[in-house]
């Protein structure tokens, strides 16, 4: 089966049509083209997939649809255990407020590279007057495209082209997570005054908990040890949007070595808010795990501020700043990987690694003042006259 071409021309005997036509299925099918060339790769491309066996016949359909259809297979993935909670939570609001609106109504079969450009300059101007970050960018770009990837296998069939063929995702600079330096902690811990916001912000500062995890956590999850060295947080839970989920990714899920002072103010705050409804650490009046942003907003914001700390210190800056603890008292890398719950020990290093330079730095400082130098002459062989000389080294 090779296919033809069929040249039309339409009644002002001027303007041309081509369409490609092949046989596959035992039916002849057509498409209709403005340029010839456009007939001719699209005509080549079908017979190749005809005689592969790969061919499948596409099924156009509005765009939203199309989304509709992708977040009934999410519903479902979603009741197997395959996709978080949260995360599902996440891909329905993208189709909601990014891709039903500049997408919807455009047919699947007709949703285009060029269509795809004046999308993503759409999103490059709310990047560029900072209502959109990078990294929100590019979370929508591969999201988009897993979407459109599922459109077109053969259980769809939507659509047989990839739109978004050469749109990159965005190089986003890394910068240097913020700490608090010493003087910083002492005014945050002095400007608190309640149990609750103390062991909050202690678990944050000397646990390295996300914010999420904190919020999630739960009486049983703490184990304590002898009263002098510490214990142990295990962390099994976050909370995202008022609901108690799993944490960010399966190595989140972690147990994490605690000082005894963060035990001593967990107990105080215990003794001031006993537990009730399924144990939350930090609950409501009811009993349900407290919003991370609504304490954030409420609390954090005040304690920051009678602190005289910037606006740019927020909850994820205790967690930059227990790491950089760590890092300061000389921790290998893979236990302060470990700790944090990172995916691998090279995101630790990319994140901390100019703390882990000046630490190594200090390092070798001290062991240079160790080393013992003898006194005694050094035979140095190869002098300027080709003979052995020697050097008079004395102990510093």
């Excluded at 949260?86 to 949703?111: C, E, I």
């Amino acid at each position: 089966m090779t296919g033809s071409i069929i040249t039309l021309t339409l009644k002002d005997g001027k303007t041309k049509r081509y369409k490609a036509a092949w046989r596959a299925g035992g039916k002849q099918k057509r498409k209709t083209f403005k340029r010839r060339k456009d007939a001719e790769r699209f005509l080549a491309a079908v017979v190749k997939s005809v005689h592969e066996g790969s061919w499948q016949e596409v099924k156009p359909a509005l765009m939203r649809d199309v989304f509709r259809a992708w977040l009934s297979d999410l519903d479902t993935r979603q009741k197997l255990g395959e996709i978080k909670p949260s995360t599902a939570a996440s891909y329905r609001s993208g189709v909601k407020r990014h891709f039903n609106p500049a997408l919807g109504d455009y047919r699947s079969d007709q949703l285009t590279a060029s269509v795809m450009k004046k999308w993503r300059a759409e999103l490059a101007d709310k990047v560029a007057s900072g209502a959109m970050s990078q990294q929100s960018f590019n979370n929508l770009l591969t999201l988009l495209r897993s979407i459109l990837g599922w459109a077109r296998a053969p259980a769809q069939c939507y659509m047989s082209h990839d739109p978004l063929v050469g749109q990159k995702r965005l190089r986003i600079q890394r910068c240097e997570a913020t700490f608090l330096e010493d003087s910083d902690m002492a005014a945050l811990l002095t400007a608190v005054d309640e149990p609750e916001a103390n062991a909050i912000i202690h678990v944050g500062l000397f646990a390295g908990l996300r914010r999420g995890e904190i919020f999630g956590l739960q009486w049983d999850d703490i184990e304590v040890g002898d009263g002098e060295v510490g214990g142990r947080i295990r962390v099994r839970r976050a909370v995202w949007r008022g609901t108690i989920s799993t944490p960010k990714s399966k190595l989140s899920e972690r147990t994490v070595d605690v000082p005894q002072r963060v035990l001593d103010v967990l107990a105080a705050h215990r003794a001031t808010c006993p537990p009730m409804g399924p144990g939350v650490v930090f609950r409501t009046p009811t009993g349900q795990p407290m919003g991370p942003d609504a304490w954030y907003a409420g609390t954090f914001c005040k304690i920051r501020k009678s602190a005289g700390l910037p606006p740019t210190v927020g909850l994820h800056s205790l967690r930059h700043t227990y790491a950089s603890l760590l890092i300061r008292q000389g921790e290998n890398p893979k236990y302060v990987s470990r700790q944090l719950g990172h995916a691998s020990t090279s995101f630790t290093m990319d994140t901390y690694g100019h703390l882990f330079v000046s630490t190594s730095n200090e390092a070798m400082r001290r062991l240079n003042e160790m080393i013992p130098v003898p006194a005694r002459k050094l035979r140095v062989v190869g002098g300027a006259g080709g003979g052995a000389s020697t050097q008079k080294v004395t102990k510093r």
